[in-house]
Antibody, heavy 120, light 107 residues
Framework: QVQLVESGGGLVKPGGSLRLSCAASGFTFSDYYMTWIRQAPGKGLEWVSYISSSGSNIYYADSVKGRFTISRDNAKNSLYLQMNSLRAEDTAVYYC?????????????WGQGTLVTVSS | DIQMTQSPSSLSASVGDRVTITCRASQNISNYLNWYQQKPGKAPKLLIYAGSTLQSGVPSRFSGSGSGTDFPLTINSLQPEDFTTYYCQQSYRAPWTFGQGTKVEIK
């Protein structure tokens, strides 16, 4: 079955960096666009970034552009999110998610999430 | 960016009731509209995609409709496990954007 397992979250000071990882299994990872979505405590969902199956097409939300970098390693079935210059407002649960190729932007599987807390 | 607005933000209902949540897009998004259910402490789960197509395994009491800018999600005969939060999301144009959520509470 499809599994997405995030790791790498934790407590970091403002201005610091963190790298999130997502290990995928149960499907042909290299065939799918992948996405990061976040949810601040008690708030709604915010899409962060997506990367195409080959990694050649990448898109970021304005709120993270220039600070976050999405990447993937299809040989390792892994998705990454490098987060630099972190701010308090980046505090959130970060979900790794798979986009269904039949419908761009439709998220059919989500990981359990990893919490990132930015605080001094 | 395309703005998505859900109404109401919350509602109270009883088991067995029929409820409707509406999602409105700031521009025409055809039928590129998806609905998710999220239970506390859990990841969202896809319920409906392309406006009205039920995801595999989702109970038939959930239904979606609409096209263009207005999209209702209807839950027929609310069950205890349905009392939670629902989000719409447009997948017409990046950046994908979500509604603010609708919390369905027990009356």
């Amino acid at each position: 079955q499809v599994q997405l397992v995030e790791s790498g979250g934790g407590l970091v000071k403002p201005g610091g960096s963190l790298r999130l990882s997502c290990a995928a299994s149960g499907f042909t990872f290299s065939d799918y666009y992948m996405t990061w979505i976040r949810q601040a405590p008690g708030k709604g969902l915010e899409w962060v970034s997506y990367i195409s199956s080959s990694g050649s097409n990448i898109y970021y939300a304005d709120s993270v552009k220039g600070r976050f970098t999405i990447s993937r390693d299809n040989a390792k079935n892994s998705l990454y999110l490098q987060m630099n210059s972190l701010r308090a407002e980046d505090t959130a649960v970060y979900y790794c998610a798979r986009e269904n190729p039949a419908a761009a932007g439709m998220i059919d599987y989500w990981g359990q999430g990893t919490l990132v807390t930015v605080s001094s | 960016d395309i703005q998505m607005t859900q109404s109401p933000s919350s509602l109270s209902a009883s088991v067995g009731d029929r409820v409707t949540i509406t999602c409105r897009a700031s521009q025409n998004i055809s039928n590129y509209l998806n609905w998710y259910q999220q239970k506390p402490g859990k990841a969202p789960k896809l319920l409906i995609y392309a406006g009205s197509t039920l995801q595999s395994g989702v109970p038939s009491r959930f239904s979606g409709s609409g096209s263009g800018t207005d999209f209702p999600l209807t839950i027929n005969s609310l069950q205890p496990e349905d009392f939670t939060t629902y989000y719409c999301q447009q997948s017409y144009r990046a950046p994908w954007t979500f509604g603010q959520g609708t919390k369905v509470e027990i009356k």
